[in-house]
């Protein structure tokens, strides 16, 4: 009986061990299954994620290849249904027209069209007029039709399609076999189809109004704007180390040329009558205000003061980068947000008390004993800064 008991102790032990072993090995191959999939998936998220990131920060590049891509397609169908012999220029058309905001869109349709009517009456007058059945009578036409289009795209660069149009009015009726008349209407009907369905698509097709990239740009300028400040007054009254003027002011340039271009859009948005939008003919001049002020802080920019005087005023000078800096950045959030502007009464605070620190050190002088000498050195500062710029 003790043998009995010891061979069924023994074969239960074994039998709870192997199923112990069985289930971590279930366990384990289990894990080892599922880590792949968790990784595929962590993968997936990651690359989503950053997808999307990638969407929302080209969103609007993204649109604009949306868009052309339409137009064309959509330009292709209506000129193979209309029968056109040329659908080439009614695609290209569509292409040219669709831009990024409805009132480029305008510009650029407008100054086609224009380009392309001035381009077929000289072509194709001189096509009718003036035979070139010749090799050398068709080189002298051609010369005829380019050289006075070229002259005047020079000075217009907005109808550079001149030259272009008057040389395929002028040079597709032999290769097609049709007469100058037929192809100069042809050439009209293309540009007229590519055009309507360019600036249709611009409409239509997540349309990027110019009034709402011109209040993002102008909020975007603000932004810069408040690090230059930020920047510029911390080496007001101090040397210039570590401060790289030249790209400072060179960013806010190009945020500038920007922001104009996209506010000359906008004009021709509110001029044919496609956006409610306010005139941003203030707000331009505005922000050119702000960088005339930029580049004059700029020139003071390292104007080293004594060290008493700058003791005096450096506090000043930082309660009026900290208010002003910011006063910048809500004025863009609230631009962005079409809200009313913050309160100006703090950055006012701020100026009116640097003023009255400054005349105290001019009244006053640092000390007794170096008063005069410092106010000399203010003086000398003053003139070596600005004396360039008043002659």
């Known amino acids: 009986m003790g043998a009995g008991r010891q061979k069924t102790y023994n074969w239960t032990l074994l039998h709870a061990t192997s199923s112990r072993q069985n289930e971590e090995n279930f366990r384990t191959t289990r894990q080892e299954i599922a880590s792949p999939m968790s990784l595929d998936v962590k993968s997936v998220a990651g690359l989503w994620a950053r997808g999307g990131e990638f969407a929302q920060r080209h969103r609007l590049q993204l649109i604009l290849a949306v868009r052309v891509t339409v137009a064309a397609l959509s330009a292709l169908v209506v000129a193979q249904a209309m029968h ?214 700029g020139r003071a920019a390292g104007c080293e003061l004594p060290e008493g005087i700058a003791e005096r005023l450096t506090p000043a000078l930082q309660k009026i980068s900290a208010s002003a800096s910011t006063f910048l950045h809500e004025s863009g959030a609230a631009l962005r947000e079409s809200n009313k502007p913050p309160p100006l009464e703090s950055v006012e605070s701020d100026f009116n008390a640097y003023i009255e620190e400054f005349r105290r050190v001019g009244v006053l002088g640092v000390c007794d004993r170096q008063g005069r000498h410092s106010l000399t050195h203010v003086n000398e500062a003053f003139w070596d800064q600005w004396a360039p710029t008043l002659t």
């Open 84 to 297: 056109l012999r040329l659908p080439l220029w009614a695609v290209l058309t569509s292409l040219i027209v669709t831009q990024m905001s409805v009132g480029r869109s305008v510009k650029v349709a407008n100054d086609y069209l224009v380009g392309t009517l001035a381009g077929v009456a000289w072509g194709g007058t001189l096509a009718i007029l003036i035979p070139h059945s010749s090799e050398w009578a068709l080189l002298a036409v051609l010369a005829l039709a380019v050289a006075p289009l070229a002259f005047i795209a020079a000075f217009r660069a907005n109808l550079n399609v001149l030259p272009v149009t008057a040389i395929i009015v002028l040079l597709v009726p032999d290769m097609q076999h049709v007469s100058p008349v037929v192809s100069a209407l042809d050439r009209v009907l293309e540009v007229l189809v590519g055009g309507a369905v360019g600036f249709i698509v611009s409409i239509l097709v997540w349309p990027s109004r110019a009034h709402a990239l011109t209040t993002q740009a102008a909020a975007d300028t603000l932004d810069l704007m408040a690090g230059a400040l930020a920047e510029l007054l911390e080496h007001q009254t101090h040397g210039l180390e570590g401060l790289d003027l030249r790209h400072i002011q060179g960013g806010i340039g190009a945020a500038l040329a920007r922001l104009n271009a996209t506010g000359a859009e906008a004009e021709h948005e509110r001029t044919a009558r496609l956006t409610s939008g306010p005139d941003t003919g203030p707000l331009l001049r505005t922000l050119l205000r702000l960088r005339h002020d930029m580049v004059i802080l």
